[in-house]
Every structure is written in C-alpha cells, then in structure tokens.
C-alpha cells in the first residue's frame, strides 16, 4: 500500500536551522565510531589537539616520539592526541496518550519538530541518527545510520506517530539502554509524568553504560501556570479516573507539587552528569533548542 502524501518536511524548523546550522552540535562525552568526525572518541590517535605524554614502549612507532622532553629527562615519552569519530545520536520519543495534550499544539507534536530539526543538523554534520517510538505495545525502532535516505525515514514515522496507551517509558528505557552496545547519545523527549523514583533509575541505568543522556522535557502552558478559572474537569488521558474541582482550590499544591518534581528530575540529572532542558510548548522551536545548541558548541572547547 503506497504511502500517504504528506508535507514531512513540516518537521524541519527552518529557523532553528539558519540560526544554529553553523555551529556543530558536539557531544559532551567520548564517543565510539569508525568514522572520522567532530566528537571525542575514548580512544587516542592521531589528531592536531594534544591529549597527554605517555612512556615508550620498546616496539611502538618513534614518530610521536618527543625529542625534547628526552633531551631534557632522558627518558623516551611518546606524545598522544584526541582521536575523533562520528556521533550515534538516538532520538527516543514518549508516545503514551499524556502527550497528545496541549493546545493548539500537542506535546508529542511539539517533540516531532525538535526530533525532525536535531536529526537533520546531526546528519548533515555526517552523525548517524536514530529513533524510537516508545509505545505502550512495543517500540518502534529506526537504527542508527548515517545514510541520505535516513531522514526521510525518520521523518515519514514521525509523521505516523500517534500518542495513545497507558505509560510504560519507563521499561522500554531500561531496555533501549542495553540494546545500544556502542556508547551513544540518547536524547528522551517526554512530559515525565512518571514517579522520580523511575526517572532516575533509567537515566543511572543509561549513563552505567556509558551512554550521554539528555531529556526534553516537554510541558504546555496550562501544565506548568495551571491557569483554569471555573470548575473543571480533569481527565487521566492514560485510562485513570477524572476528577471534577475548583482549579482556585488546588492550584496552589499543584504548582508546589509541579516544582518539587521538577526539582527532583534536575537533581537526577545534576547528579548522573545528565542534560536537562525545560522547554513549554508555545515557544518557537529556535527558542527551545538555544541552551541546548550552546551546550553542545561550548563542549568543543573544553
């Protein structure tokens, strides 16, 4: 059955582009790879940026060798550099039915635009890119490539996605976590509306495997300054009972309750070296990625 016509390249946000396009998005941590590229790699080679002096090894190639630090200790010291490769950037994408609220933008919407927008600077930059849909059913999963056709790919099943279900994230988190054997970048786009408990075992559960982890945390106004002024009706979009109150009764528990779990979720990252980015659904897209975007260019000179 062919494929429906559809503008997939609505997830591209044109200004986010023009505004960060010149700067690489560099990973914070070693990665592993076996193509040359931007990002530092846990194995030394041959680079122009120095690393550190080691001892020769009887046997080893005398060209590193540094013939002043011999004349002046009389010892035979071998200079290393910073090998660099390519970066495995993996988009994973909550698609449990909490996301399919906002207005008069979803929040598993607003998610597409920035998966679309990161994966097409990422693999103009020559990274390979994945992704996975986190569905209460299984995931659904676009492995890691650096092929043209691979933005396509993942644009088309962006465009597929629906959010529904119940939240099961968390587990499939856990199993992403193993699946990935090489060290890589995991970028989670999520509400985390999830115990703190939970969070936080999946992201020591990713950074145990060496793997750099960063969460977008994605929020719609009415979430975060819970702005409602007449009697209301909440209902659980995840199957739980709804509950009908006077917003001017609990807004004030609900906005300390909203902080402490934020609070919570950036102390786990805090804690894990993990990245942790705030971002509301009515700001632009050039907006939401601009700490982020800088982040990654100030790693390169660390």
């Known amino acids: ?157 962006l465009d597929d996605a629906k959010a529904k279900g119940e939240d099961q994230v968390t587990d499939q988190l856990h199993q992403l976590a193993e699946s990935i054997k090489s060290r890589a970048q995991l970028i989670v786009y999520s509400d985390f509306l999830d115990d703190p408990k939970s969070i936080a075992d999946f992201v020591h559960h990713m950074r145990d495997r060496k793997h750099e982890v960063i969460l977008f945390h994605i929020m719609d106004r009415q979430e975060v300054e819970f702005h409602f002024d007449r009697p209301t009706r909440f209902i659980d979009l995840e199957g739980g009972p709804s509950l009908l109150t006077e917003p001017s009764i609990i807004r004030d528990e609900y906005l300390k309750q909203m902080r402490i779990h934020l609070e919570e979720i950036k102390k786990i990252c805090a804690e894990t070296q993990s990245s942790h980015f705030e971002t509301v659904t009515d700001s632009s897209i050039d907006e939401a990625l601009k700490d982020f975007s800088f982040d990654r260019t100030l790693s390169s000179n660390r």
């Open 1 to 157: 059955m062919p494929r429906k016509e559809s503008n997939i390249f609505k997830y591209i946000d044109e200004r986010a582009i023009a505004r960060f396009g010149g700067n690489p998005l560099l990973s914070e941590f070693p990665m592993e790879g076996n193509v040359s590229g931007h990002h530092k790699s846990n194995h030394k080679g041959s680079s122009v940026e120095f690393a550190e002096y080691r001892e020769y090894t009887p046997g080893e190639d005398p060209k590193r060798m540094d013939w002043r630090v011999l004349a002046r200790t009389d010892r035979y010291f071998l200079k290393e550099f910073e090998a660099e490769t390519n970066l495995r950037s993996y988009h994973l994408l909550d698609c449990s039915a909490s996301m399919k609220f906002g207005k008069p933008k979803s929040k598993l919407e607003y998610a597409k635009k920035l998966i679309g927008t990161l994966s097409y600077a990422y693999l103009n930059q020559g990274d390979a890119v994945g992704l996975s849909l986190l569905r209460p059913s299984a995931t659904e999963d676009i492995p890691a490539r650096r092929s043209p056709s691979q933005l396509q790919a993942i644009l088309h099943t």
